[in-house]
């Protein structure tokens, strides 16, 4: 089964922090991505990254940046976190098309409060 | 940008048939997904289609694509209180953005 770890389910932070988000996955997939989800607005994408360390921006990547020095790895750092992204992050991970099923696979997500 | 849209609230009977709806603009759209959530949980695929399909059953769901349309559907047969989640309908197109795009959820609520 393949197996998306964040390393965190709950996390509360200060205004100016410096946050880091990490996940892990184990089926050695080229893909991988950050969600925020928010109630009523669904999952909105951040950044993704289709290999060690090249990233993409996603729909909404202010106030975020991305990691990946391992192909498993892949970290979401908020610079100086701020109260309008307290919200869910979900990671996720898939393979390359044509490498497996079209399947994106799903971390149980860490929720954030900024206070 | 490429748009999903879904109804935001259901509410069945324990046992009745749920069809949760869903419509999308992207007309490249190669996969389309079903996602079940449950509280304080992450995401959870149940099935997906292929574009050039029209119909996908697995056990007690049915999905339905009219492609003409940009409509698609879930059916749950005999469903149970376990199967109340928040349902996210998604959709995958072929422009090289490998991420998904997502609609807002659609909370099913069964009762007993």
């Known amino acids: 089964d393949v197996k998306v770890t964040q390393s965190s389910r709950y996390l509360v932070k200060r205004t100016g922090e410096k946050v880091f988000l990490e996940c892990v996955q184990d089926?050695?997939?080229?893909?991988m991505f950050w969600y925020r989800q928010d109630p009523g607005l669904g999952l909105r994408l951040i950044y993704f990254?289709?290999?060690?360390?090249?990233?993409e921006k996603g729909d909404i990547p202010e106030g975020y940046s991305v990691s990946r020095e391992k192909k498993e790895r892949f970290s979401l750092i908020l610079e100086s976190a701020s109260t309008n992204q307290t919200s869910m992050y979900l990671c996720?991970?898939?393979?390359?098309?044509?490498?497996?099923?079209?399947?994106?696979?799903f971390g149980p997500g860490t929720r954030l409060t900024v206070t | 940008g490429e748009d999903v849209e879904q109804s935001l609230f259901l509410s069945v009977r324990e046992g009745d048939s749920s069809v949760i709806n869903c419509t999308y603009t992207d007309s490249s759209s190669t996969y389309l997904y079903w996602y079940k959530q449950e509280p304080g949980a992450g995401l959870q695929l149940l099935t997906y289609i292929f574009s050039n399909m029209d119909m996908k059953q697995d056990q007690r769901l049915t999905v339905l694509l009219n492609k003409k349309d940009k409509h698609l559907s879930l059916r749950i047969a005999d469903t149970q209180t376990g199967d109340s989640a928040i349902y996210f309908c998604a959709e995958r197109g072929n422009t090289g953005r490998r991420a998904l795009t997502f609609g807002s959820g659609t909370r099913l609520q069964v009762q007993p």
């Open positions: 990254s289709y290999d060690v360390k090249m990233k």
């Open positions: 996720a991970s898939s393979p390359l098309p044509g490498q497996g099923p079209p399947e994106q696979y």
């Open positions: 089926m050695d997939h080229e893909n």
